[in-house]
C-alpha cells in the first residue's frame, strides 16, 4: 500500500467522522461501504486510533449519556451501543457506569398521565411505553408508585 493511498485514506476517513463519531468497526465498515481496500481501511482506523480521534469507550460513553438524557433505559441504551458496532467489551464498560435517572423516570411518567387518575388502560399503556424505552418492570413499578404517592390516593392500582 502507497502514501497516497494511505492519505487519501486517512483523509476519507476524517470526513466521515466529520459528520458524526463512529465506533472502530462503523468506521472500518463505511470505508469498505466507499470502496476503500480492507488493507487501507484497517490502516486508517489503527492510526485514528493511535492518534485520539477513535476512542470506542469514550463515544460508548457519550452516547449512553445522551440516550439517557432523552429518556431511555438501561436495556435500549444497550441494544442502541450494539447497533452503533461497539464491541461488547466496550458496551459492558459502559454500561457498568450507566446509573438509572430515577427523577427523570418519574418526571416521565407525571408527563403521561399528567397529574391524573389513570386507569388500568392508561396504566398498561404508560407501562408498555416506557418498557419499549428500555425500562424494567422494576423501575417503572416503582415510578407508578412514585406517581401514586404524589396523588396522595389509593385509587391507582399499579400490582396488574
Known sequence: MDETVKRETLETAARILEYHHRSRRALYDRLLEKGVPEEAA???VAR??????LNDAEYGRTLM???????????RIRMA???KKLEP???EAVMAEYVPDED???AC???KLKGRIPDRK???RTADSLFRRGFSWEEIRSALRSYADTLETDDIDITG
Open 42 to 44: 484497517a490502516y486508517a
Open 48 to 53: 485514528l486510533r493511535e492518534l485520539g480521534y
Open 65 to 75: 449519556r445522551e440516550l439517557a438524557a432523552r429518556g431511555y433505559g438501561a436495556r
Open 81 to 83: 451501543l450494539r447497533e
Open 89 to 91: 467489551e466496550d458496551v
Open 104 to 106: 427523570r423516570l418519574r
Open 109 to 111: 411518567v407525571a408527563a
Open 122 to 124: 392508561t396504566l398498561k
